[in-house]
């Protein structure tokens, strides 16, 4: 059975075990929220040396790191690099994007060496074996979708929601389609005069799923990719059909999470993220960003972060981290460091807005350890140990910074203020 079909069944797996322990919460309330269908715990049966995550409104916000190989740039080696770094700095799971090389050898490297779930876009391998969108089929769509999941691939990413009546709803968008799949799939359906292969092999596709309890993430082919698209007929109508696709997967036993925009304005993050809850019946919403500005080239990172916070407040459970690279250029491995970091800190800020049991009790553990400069346990305490060691440099035994130096550092005249006042 599948983690979806054992929880309504009352039956706790090994992998919900695991991971209602490391989210610090009661095991029957993760099984409840998986068999509502309100979290999801992607678990390929392939995939050895997983250490599973729960994903859901009910748990703290999860965030995945994108990595990958392109045609133009990277190696197995490289992209191995930015996997390490991500499990050290505390990645959820991981998305292998990759569209050059042997891309069945780099993804079976990145599943067997990672704990994290690993997801993929099995659109883009069909891409290259037929050497474009005009010679795709469904028989070839499937073939992959299956070979991906029995090699382990813990969640997909699958655009099943773009159908060919929403193609006349892009004309006049400033940026058009900018999703990598949705671009292929609309031009898939413009030639054939046909509609959206992963739509019409829906029920096959959730077979496969089920049989290696692979959990679908379906794509949003038609995220805004600038604020002037943003809420637009075309990203809502996919949304419509995204809830219905919703419907069909549980009904199969598959679990599913739904992807958002994209780039969405401020003032609009929250009733994006309301409006995927109500439409896709409480499934998990994972979001790219959004960004909330379009001129942040170099900086995406925190324009992503600014919104992500907003979105994990609102609901969202799994935030997609974006690197100052997006929109520029292949992500390197200082760019993948601030990319990761900047989610965390977006995850994190939203788990203590929402209350969360727990989230701020590292906050106060820092506080109190910079209260008394311990150094150590500041640099133990914090998202990137590493960086800050480095930026403290050799001076851990000084009871102040080099911002403020010994007489001007308001601590340590705080301190003192205080054992004159016990006197």
Request: overall charge positive; glycine content about 10%.
């Amino acid at each position: 059975m599948t983690q979806l079909e054992s929880a309504r069944k009352g039956a706790l797996t090994p992998e919900l075990v695991k991971a209602a322990a490391r989210e610090g919460a009661e095991a029957g309330l993760l099984l409840k929220e998986v068999a509502a269908g309100r979290a999801v715990v992607p678990a390929n049966l392939n995939h050895k040396g997983l250490f599973p995550a729960a994903i859901g409104k009910a748990f703290n916000c999860k965030i995945n790191v994108n990595l990958g190989t392109s045609g133009t740039g990277s190696g197995l080696r490289q992209e191995l690099r930015k996997l390490a770094l991500a499990a050290e700095l505390g990645a959820d799971a991981v998305m292998d994007l990759s569209t050059g090389g042997d891309l069945p050898k780099i993804r079976k490297e990145i599943i067997k060496r990672s704990p994290m779930p690993v997801g993929t876009v099995p659109l883009y391998e069909a891409l290259k074996r037929a050497g474009g969108a005009k010679k795709i089929t469904a028989a070839l769509l499937l073939e992959v979708i299956e070979e991906q999941a029995e090699a382990g691939v813990d969640f997909m990413t699958v655009h099943a929601g773009l159908l060919r009546r929403h193609l006349p709803l892009i004309k006049g968008r400033t940026t058009g389609i900018v999703s990598r799949g949705g671009a292929a799939l609309a031009r898939l359906m413009e030639l054939n005069r046909a509609e959206n292969p992963l739509y019409e092999r829906f029920d096959d596709i959730c077979a496969i799923f089920r049989k290696y309890d692979v959990t679908f993430s379906l794509g949003d082919a038609l995220r805004p990719g600038s604020l002037a698209d943003a809420c637009d007929a075309a990203q809502f109508a996919e949304l419509d059909a995204l809830g219905g696709l919703v419907k069909r997967a549980r009904a199969a036993g598959v679990q599913v999470m739904v992807e958002g925009p994209g780039h969405v304005p401020l003032d609009k993050v929250f009733m994006n993220v309301e409006r995927a809850e109500k439409v896709c019946n409480g499934a998990p919403f994972y979001v790219l960003g959004p960004l909330v500005t379009d001129i942040a080239a170099g900086y995406d990172h925190i324009n992503s972060a600014i919104g992500g916070a907003l979105a994990a407040w609102a609901g969202a459970a799994f935030l997609c981290y974006v690197t100052p690279k997006e929109h520029l250029g292949l992500p390197e491995l200082e760019d993948v460091r601030q990319g990761i970091i900047a989610s965390k800190i977006a995850a994190h800020a939203a788990d203590i807005a929402r209350g969360r049991p727990g989230a701020a009790e590292r906050d106060h553990r820092m506080s109190r350890a910079r209260y008394a400069f311990d150094w150590e346990r500041q640099f133990a305490l914090s998202l990137d140990p590493r960086r800050a060691r480095c930026y403290r440099g050799d001076g851990q035994k000084k009871k102040f910074c080099n911002m403020c130096g010994p007489e001007f550092c308001s601590m340590r005249q705080s301190r003192k203020l205080g054992r004159q006042a016990a006197a």
